[in-house]
């Protein structure tokens, strides 16, 4: 299930940006769901998560305090709302829906091997 990710940008360190995700092909509702990173080079790396039910909140130590994930069922979207941003948050920005992976740092990975184009963060001077 594709989601399409759009809302980012350049934006100076210190400053926010709300990320948004949804998809016209399924409800969201139907699964945990989460949000990736990815810099060149890099693997692609899990920052936030929400379980199904919308009550339990996972993030990276990264971005604990600063990123909010959250759901809007009557608009299918899912966001992330991202404050006191810094350069080292500069990376494309990917959404999924996740499934439980005892492997994984925070115990959720892509069910999907089937990524959105993502959004650019850019977070500079």
């Known amino acids: 299930v594709q989601l399409v990710e759009s809302g980012g940008g350049l934006v100076q360190p210190g400053g926010s940006l709300r990320l948004s995700c949804t998809t016209s092909?399924?409800?969201?509702?139907?699964?945990?769901l989460g949000w990736f990173r990815q810099v060149p080079g890099k693997e692609r790396e899990g920052i936030s998560f929400?379980?199904?039910?919308?009550?339990?909140?996972y993030y990276a130590d990264s971005v604990k305090g600063r990123f909010t994930i959250s759901r809007d069922s009557a608009k299918n979207m899912l966001y992330l709302q991202m404050d006191n941003l810094k350069p080292e948050d500069t990376a494309m920005y990917y959404c999924?829906?996740?499934?439980?992976?005892?492997?994984?740092?925070?115990?959720?990975?892509?069910?999907?091997?089937?990524w959105g184009q993502g959004t650019q963060v850019t977070v500079s001077s």
């Open positions: 999924a829906p996740v499934g439980s992976d005892p492997n994984a740092e925070l115990g959720f990975s892509a069910l999907f091997n089937d």
């Open positions: 092909r399924t409800q969201l509702d139907d699964f945990a």
């Open positions: 929400l379980s199904r039910s919308g009550r339990n909140t």
